[in-house]
């Protein structure tokens, strides 16, 4: 598995926008991100098909055919999300089952590692773009706000979760990211209730108990979702104003 | 007149698109394409790796660092001295204007950097007469060999034990003046083996070095782990050790440009990181939190307004208008007659 392996092990480059440092690993993920949001867009400005239809029609049908293409990029992205979990989860579960120990023993261990590290990538850049689609559609109209909240409680919690992963990470930048953030957790009264420092409390709270609150907060972010979704439509045709 | 029927229900009833696609038929998809993504990609990129910087690590690597710390740590004057909640009273710590979480936290991890970093590791040593030399011992093979490093063991044995005691009979006041003396001479001077005999440093030198043997040879690491169970996975107490001196920031900064950010959203080498944790993170490279005390409280603040802010999104006026004022769902192609 190890040959395959491209080196991403050597220094990163780091470019500064005036106070914003960031790496240029970061800033790949953050331009995936920007692309994947106008994918709608920009295929539905390709696509262009030539239909004999009036000009008022074709303003309506332009606006059906970008909605359907957000509707199913919206798809994806919901699908992706769930999906991305669900791998994030059973790499995870494979790794606690073995031990903090066993991450960088055998070339399995790092293949699973590599797994769970990719996933949780794929799991965020869904979560982004789930999180931005709903935003810019104000999706929590008609009395959704319960919907909206709970995504992004679930959200801040996913971020959270991810946070203690990279701290029992085992590795130069988990011990440093530990030791800054530790400082968080002390200014607020909480250093030893959040003791960053201590790895086996760490990775309790990575595996036990995050993971059961974020089941938690998906499964009622979902069935709000659906239980919305499948009540019966109460208004027809409230976007299009095209012609009767 | 072209205009499929099918696709308007997609939108009726708040906006919800959900009911035409089957939910389940797309999560399965998914889960195929993804899994089917990670495992390939995680074959192509591998898995970040950097080895943890040990107390060890840092004495071979740095060992004037390391004395210098482990001398700061005897004056009183660590970097942890004067943190605050939890770890001591001598200061109150961060505080947001009135407010001071930390100080109503209270004393829960105590520290006492001096002894818990120094003087009983060293007396723990005495205890079990172990030294850096011990570990030499498994390579020599005659018999006169072990016996020059056993003579060396008790010599060092029987100096540290002198030094304990010297130490132990001084008043804090003494102890501070004897560990800034010899940083001093030994920050000048660069190397430990550059700064002679003095006794203005009292016993400071013999500990230090003593210290230095014994994290060199990796027993230190054991010692600071191990206070209330031999099977410890709490790194609290070499973790703030290692903090309290310059390799390991020195490591940091040359590994993700580190300085005086915060690099919770950097990567192990070149993975990417937390790229989520980018905008918090970046409330730290800017005035005035980037020279504030108060920082971390004060950054804490601000993203905690700005995570309810998101929450609470539909019910606060004008925020929840930015989506009809900034018309994205406007975007559309225009289409040719």
């Given at each position: 598995?190890d040959t395959?392996?491209?080196?991403?092990?050597?220094p990163a480059?780091?470019?500064?926008?005036?106070?914003?440092?960031?790496?240029?690993?970061?800033l790949i993920m953050?331009?995936?991100?920007?692309?994947?949001?106008?994918?709608?867009f920009?295929?539905g400005?390709?696509?262009?098909?030539?239909r004999?239809?009036?000009?008022?029609?074709?303003?309506?049908?332009?606006?059906i055919d970008?909605l359907?293409?957000?509707?199913k990029?919206?798809h994806?992205?919901?699908?992706t999300?769930?999906?991305?979990?669900t791998v994030?989860g059973a790499?995870g579960?494979?790794?606690?089952?073995r031990?903090?120990?066993?991450?960088?023993t055998?070339?399995v261990?790092?293949?699973?590692h590599a797994?769970h590290?990719?996933s949780?990538?794929?799991?965020?850049?869904a979560?982004?773009?789930?999180?931005?689609?709903?935003?810019w559609?104000?999706?929590w109209?008609?009395?959704?706000?319960?919907?909206?909240a709970?995504?992004t409680?679930?959200?801040?919690?996913?971020?959270?979760?991810a946070?203690?992963g990279?701290?029992v990470?085992?590795?130069l930048?988990?011990?440093?990211?530990a030791?800054?953030?530790?400082?968080?957790f002390?200014?607020l009264?909480?250093?030893?209730?959040?003791?960053t420092?201590n790895?086996?409390?760490?990775?309790?709270?990575?595996?036990?108990?995050f993971?059961?609150?974020?089941?938690?907060?998906?499964?009622?972010h979902?069935?709000l979702v659906?239980?919305?979704?499948?009540?019966?439509p109460w208004?027809?045709?409230?976007?299009?104003?095209?012609?009767? | 007149m072209?205009?499929?029927q099918?696709?308007?229900?997609?939108?009726?009833?708040?906006?919800?698109?959900?009911r035409?696609?089957?939910?389940?038929k797309?999560?399965?998809?998914?889960l195929?394409?993804?899994?089917?993504l990670?495992?390939?990609?995680?074959?192509?990129?591998g898995?970040?790796?950097s080895?943890?910087i040990?107390?060890?690590?840092?004495?071979?690597?740095?060992?004037?660092?390391?004395?210098?710390?482990?001398?700061?740590?005897?004056?009183?004057?660590?970097t942890?001295?004067?943190h605050?909640p939890?770890?001591n009273?001598?200061?109150?710590?961060?505080?947001?204007g009135?407010?001071?979480?930390?100080?109503?936290?209270?004393?829960?991890?105590?520290?006492?950097?001096?002894n818990?970093f120094?003087?009983?590791?060293?007396?723990?040593?005495?205890?079990e007469?172990v030294?850096?030399?011990i570990?030499?011992l498994?390579?020599?093979s005659?018999?006169?060999?072990v016996?020059?490093?056993?003579?060396?063991?008790d010599?060092?044995?029987?100096?540290?034990?002198?030094?304990?005691?010297?130490?132990?009979a001084?008043?804090?006041i003494?102890h501070?003046?004897w560990?800034?003396n010899y940083?001093?001479?030994?920050?000048?001077?660069g190397?430990?083996e550059?700064?002679?005999?003095?006794?203005a440093y009292?016993?400071?030198?013999?500990?230090t070095?003593?210290?230095l043997?014994?994290?060199?040879?990796?027993s230190?690491?054991g010692?600071?782990?191990?206070?209330?169970?031999?099977?410890?996975?709490?790194?609290t107490?070499?973790?703030l050790?290692?903090?309290?001196?310059k390799?390991?920031?020195?490591?940091?900064?040359?590994?993700?440009?580190?300085?005086n950010?915060?690099a919770?959203?950097?990567?192990?080498?070149?993975?990417?990181?937390?790229?989520w944790?980018?905008?918090?993170?970046f409330?730290?490279?800017i005035?005035?939190?980037?020279?504030?005390?108060?920082?971390?409280?004060?950054?804490?603040?601000?993203l905690?307004?700005?995570?309810?802010s998101?929450?609470?999104?539909?019910k606060?006026?004008?925020?929840?208008?930015?989506p009809?004022?900034l018309?994205?769902?406007?975007?559309?192609?225009r289409?040719?007659n």
């Open positions: 598995v395959l392996a491209m080196s991403l092990n050597g480059k780091y470019i500064h926008l005036g106070p914003l440092t960031i790496s240029i690993p970061n953050f331009c995936i991100i920007i692309f994947l949001f106008t994918i709608p920009l295929s400005m390709l696509k262009i098909r030539r004999p239809v009036a000009m008022e029609d074709a303003r309506h049908q332009n606006e970008t359907t293409l957000i509707a990029w919206s994806i992205v919901n699908s999300m769930l999906a991305a979990l994030v790499s579960l494979f790794m606690a089952s031990g903090l120990n066993w991450l960088y055998s070339n261990s790092r293949y699973v797994v590290f990719w949780v990538q794929i799991l965020f850049i979560i982004i773009l789930h999180f931005i689609g709903n935003f559609r104000a999706k109209r008609s009395r959704a706000f319960a919907m909206w709970s995504g409680i679930t959200f801040f919690t996913c971020m959270f979760t946070f203690t990279g701290v990470a085992s590795n930048n988990s011990q440093w990211i030791l800054q953030s530790k400082n968080v002390n200014s009264g909480v250093g030893s209730l959040f003791n420092l790895v086996g409390q760490m990775l309790t709270v990575h595996v036990a108990i993971p059961v609150v974020i089941g938690s907060l998906v499964l009622w979902v069935a659906r239980g919305r979704s499948f009540r019966s208004k027809r045709n409230t976007i299009s104003k095209g012609p009767k | 072209n205009i499929p099918a696709d308007t229900t997609a939108f009726v009833g708040g906006g919800n698109h959900e035409r696609f089957d939910f389940f797309g999560y399965v998809i998914a195929v394409l993804i899994t089917t990670t495992l390939i990609g995680a074959a192509i990129f898995a970040p790796q080895r943890e040990s107390l060890q690590d840092w004495a071979i690597a740095a060992p004037t660092d390391f004395i210098l710390t482990a001398s700061d740590e005897l004056a009183g004057s660590g942890h001295d004067s605050g939890p770890y009273l001598l200061s109150q710590g961060e505080s947001l009135p407010i001071n979480l930390q100080k109503l936290g209270g004393l829960h991890i105590p520290l006492d950097p001096a818990q120094v003087i009983e590791p060293l007396q723990f040593s005495q205890k007469g030294y850096a030399a570990g030499k498994r390579d020599l005659t018999s006169a060999q016996e020059t490093v056993k003579g060396f063991v010599d060092q044995k029987a100096a540290v034990a002198a030094a304990l005691l010297q130490w132990r001084a008043n804090s003494q501070t003046s560990a800034q940083s001093t001479v030994l920050e000048e001077a190397i430990r550059k700064v002679g005999v003095n006794p009292g016993p400071v030198r013999t500990l070095d003593a210290l043997f014994l994290a060199q040879a990796g230190l690491d010692i600071l782990t191990t206070e209330y169970s031999p099977h410890s996975s709490d790194f107490g070499p973790s050790f290692l903090g309290d001196g390799y390991i920031a020195e490591q940091a900064k040359a590994a993700f440009e580190d300085g950010r915060m919770v959203d950097s990567g192990t080498n070149s993975y990417p990181g937390q790229f944790l980018t905008p918090y993170a409330w730290y490279s005035k005035p939190f980037s020279s504030s005390k108060n920082a971390d409280i004060d950054v804490f603040a601000i905690l307004i700005i995570g309810l998101t929450i609470f999104l539909p606060i006026p004008l925020l929840n208008r930015i009809r004022a018309p994205f769902h406007r975007i559309q192609r289409r040719k």
